[in-house]
């Protein structure tokens, strides 16, 4: 399967984006599909996730409140809706697909090719 993700930009410190990750192929239901972002300098780190069957979502700490991530079955595509952005989350944001939940970067098997936040203060 190929994940395309995009709608990164740039924007103003407490401004809105939404990042769409749209899967190639149909996803199961057993599938969990994340968004991770990527510093300069930092290692991946997991933003949130949900699950394709049951909708049960997680987030990150830092993130909770402000971003949610929803899923529209029909176009095989997950969103992450980003509010209040701060500079802390400029990043590159992957979106990553695999069988299991899981905050680390290893547990996903496929994985898009990033699409950039930046936020100005």
């Known amino acids: 399967v190929q994940l395309q993700a995009s709608g990164g930009g740039l924007v103003q410190a407490g401004g809105s984006l939404r990042l769409s990750c749209a899967a190639s192929r149909r996803i199961y239901s057993s599938g969990v599909v994340g968004w991770f972002r990527q510093a300069p300098g930092k290692e991946r780190e997991f933003v949130s996730a949900?699950?394709?069957?049951?909708?049960?979502?997680y987030y990150e700490d830092s993130v909770r409140g402000r971003f949610t991530i929803s899923k529209d079955s029909a176009k095989n595509t997950v969103y992450l809706q980003m509010n209040s952005l701060k500079p802390d989350d400029a990043a590159v944001y992957y979106c990553a697909m695999g069988s299991h939940y899981g905050t680390t970067p290893n547990v996903y098997d496929y994985w898009g090719q990033g699409t950039e936040v930046t936020v100005s203060s």
């Open positions: 949900i699950r394709w069957g049951s909708g049960i979502r």
